[in-house]
């Protein structure tokens, strides 16, 4: 494989990590604020939770990898297209297939 081979399919694969680091930080602060709000409001029914569930470190940690993953999505495309253009020797469908996952996954989210 050549060298735009290489970094199309590192920065594809590095892409869908951060893509799913992404979705569990949206995981673990839906179902934290879901449990914490329910179960706190049954055992302390007197308390004040109009602050409750204000904490944006997980909405900063969504953002930062939500965007690194686009970033290194469109490097990988980039890669991809060049490759493709020098005709380099190579598995170019690996990175293709890994930013069509990618795409669908974001999609399906999304819509």
């Known amino acids: 494989m050549k060298k735009h081979t290489i970094i199309s399919l590192c920065s594809a694969i590095l892409a869908l990590g951060a893509q799913a680091i992404c979705f569990f930080a949206f995981l673990v602060k839906y179902?934290?604020?879901t449990y914490s709000i329910t179960y706190l409001?049954?055992?302390t029914p007197t308390a004040d939770f109009s602050t409750m569930g204000k904490d944006n470190s997980w909405d900063n940690v969504m953002t930062v990898f939500a965007f690194t993953g686009i970033g290194l999505a469109v490097v990988s495309l980039i890669a991809a297209i060049m490759s493709f253009i020098k005709r380099e020797a190579g598995?170019?469908?690996?990175?293709?297939t890994l930013l069509t996952l990618y795409l669908?996954?974001?999609l399906a989210v999304l819509c």
């Open 31 to 33: 179902i934290v604020q």
């Open 41 to 43: 409001h049954a055992l």
């Open 91 to 96: 598995w170019r469908f690996l990175p293709v």
């Open 104 to 106: 669908m996954t974001w």
